[in-house]
């Protein structure tokens, strides 16, 4: 797993052998193609630089050059999901839950079904999709087992 935004440091990772790109903010051709290439996953994380909006809505005191940095990388961050969607790339649901408040994660859904993704391939990267990058059994997945994830 790497926490990469631009292109040349996604691309260095996946070279390295990540098996997911976390946030993905910049993708380029070559990235795409890499992430194709290799079978990695994107995890979009797009509530990210929404949640430091809402947050400035809110009246919790952001920067101004915070907020005009957050309002280019959701639409860089659109872009670059949807280029990454349309060419097949794998993708996983997760958030930085710290970004915005715990329980809204849902919000990603929907931005992921904007994004390009169909219902169902949205449901899949929450549930199946998540799971097989965690290396979970997809077939009866772990959460649904009475005694719940052996990690927990």
Avoid: C
């Amino acid at each position: 797993m790497a926490h990469a935004q631009a292109a040349d440091g996604i691309k260095a990772a996946l070279r390295a052998g990540v098996r997911s790109i976390e946030h993905g903010i910049y993708l380029d051709d070559e990235a795409i193609e890499l992430l194709l290439a290799r079978e990695a996953w994107l995890v979009p994380t797009l509530v990210a630089p929404r949640g430091v909006l809402a947050a400035a809505e809110a009246g919790v005191p952001i920067p101004d050059a915070a907020r005009r940095k957050a309002l280019e990388v959701a639409e860089a961050h659109a872009d670059s999901f949807r280029r990454a969607v349309a060419a097949g790339v794998k993708v996983a649901m997760g958030t930085d839950s710290g970004v915005t408040p715990h329980g809204r994660n849902l919000a990603e859904l929907e931005l992921m079904a904007k994004g390009g993704m169909t219902p169902a391939q949205v449901l899949a990267a929450t549930t199946s999709s998540a799971a097989e990058l965690l290396g979970w059994p997809t077939s009866s997945a772990p959460w649904s087992r009475a005694s719940g994830p052996t990690w927990w």
